[in-house]
Antibody
Framework: QITLKESGPTLVKPTQTLTLTCTFS??????????VGWIRQPPGKALEWLAL???????RYSSSLRSRLTITKDTSKNQVVLTMTNMDPVDTATYYC???????????????WGQGTMVTVSS | QSVLTQPPSVSGAPGQRVTISCTGS?????????VHWYQQLPGTAPKLLIY???NRPSGVPDRFSGSKSGTSASLAITGLQAEDEADYYC???????????FGGGTKLTVL
């Protein structure tokens, strides 16, 4: 059974750097065809894809946020970390991590999501 | 403004059929990229409903179906039930943005 769980601060100040950790179980990011992505959702608004890291360490970023994002993985700890610099109140959102695969059943979609973690940006 | 366009809201009575559209472009849905649909119940994380435009993951009732044509896709829900009241999002890939994109979401109200 695949599970993911996001963790990190609930409150950050403007201009600070946000670091979020996605801890997962039931799969390995060392397995060919496996990805983990980050998606956020401001209160009452739509989902927005942020970043994705693949089993082979390929990294992809939203073009609008590329300069502020870094995604890394620690395969031994079953964790993916997302950092976002220069936080602003408009970055207030629930941040989700999600599993994706490019081979096997249920390909290409974000098929399993974490519960999400709410981050508020305020001084 | 989302890259994929969805109607903000749809509604239907119990037992009826509703459809939700998702309009993209030649660099997203029109380029042949898969469309996926997610259901988000109030206060919960999104749940995958349809993948690869028309496939249902295990456990999703066959009342939910998806289709794709040209630069658009649709989600159909038949035999509406009160428990279907949720927000629905489409998702695809956009080659001009080199990234994954979501629709603006559609709120389904069961009357």
């Amino acid at each position: 059974q695949i599970t993911l769980k996001e963790s990190g601060p609930t409150l950050v100040k403007p201009t600070q750097t946000l670091t979020l950790t996605c801890t997962f179980s039931g799969f390995s990011l060392a397995t060919s065809g496996v990805d983990v992505g980050w998606i956020r959702q401001p209160p009452g608004k739509a989902l927005e894809w942020l970043a994705l890291i693949s089993w082979n360490d390929d990294k992809r970023y939203s073009s609008s946020l590329r300069s502020r994002l870094t995604i890394t993985k620690d395969t031994s700890k079953n964790q993916v970390v997302l950092t976002m610099t220069n936080m602003d109140p408009v970055d207030t959102a629930t941040y989700y991590c999600a599993h994706r695969r490019t081979s096997g059943p249920v390909v290409y979609a974000f098929d399993i999501w974490g519960q999400g973690t709410m981050v508020t940006v305020s001084s | 403004q989302s890259v994929l366009t969805q109607p903000p809201s749809v509604s239907g009575a119990p037992g009826q059929r509703v459809t939700i559209s998702c309009t993209g472009s030649r660099s997203s849905i029109g380029a042949g990229f898969d469309v996926h649909w997610y259901q988000q119940l109030p206060g919960t994380a999104p749940k995958l409903l349809i993948y690869g435009s028309s496939n249902r993951p295990s456990g999703v009732p066959d009342r939910f179906s998806g289709s794709k044509s040209g630069t658009s896709a649709s989600l159909a829900i038949t035999g509406l039930q009160a428990e279907d009241e949720a927000d629905y999002y489409c998702q695809s890939y956009d080659s001009s943005l080199s990234g994954w994109v979501f629709g603006g979401g559609t709120k389904l109200t069961v009357l």
